[in-house]
């Protein structure tokens, strides 16, 4: 079982930055893989980021390759979603997963936190 726990949301200009944080709590958290979803308003839940809890794999959605980095705090059990240029299609609720598979992780994951809203106004 993992919990996780989002924070850092909030309203942002565009062409800004923001930093998403997710505390997670578990036993064995070096089996998971662990990522971000994002729901826009009215749109499905889409697959952002995901890493490896000891670090060695990453993985992006083309929609955010070279504007947001994934990383992660094993001291801390932290994941962290560093998010720059920041446009108005990024506005959405922004959820942590994970999962013990590298495919599922970025398709159906196990577990979810509760969601943060990000909002960049234009």
């Known amino acids: 079982q993992v919990q996780l726990v989002e924070s850092g949301g909030g309203l942002v200009q565009a062409g800004g930055s923001l930093r998403l944080s997710c505390a997670a709590s578990?036993?064995?958290?070096?089996?998971?893989?662990v990522g971000w979803f994002r729901q826009p308003p009215e749109k499905e839940r889409e697959f952002v980021a995901a890493i490896s809890w000891l670090g060695h794999w990453t993985y992006y959605a083309d929609s955010v390759k070279g504007r947001f980095t994934i990383s992660r705090d094993n001291a801390k059990n932290t994941l962290y979603l560093q998010m720059n240029s920041l446009k108005p299609d990024d506005t959405a609720v922004y959820y942590c997963?994970?999962?013990?598979?590298?495919?599922?992780?970025?398709?159906?994951?196990?577990?979810w936190g509760q969601g943060t809203q990000v909002t960049v106004s234009s």
């Open positions: 997963s994970a999962d013990y598979s590298r495919a599922d992780v970025r398709t159906h994951p196990d577990y």
């Open positions: 578990g036993r064995s958290l070096e089996v998971y893989y």
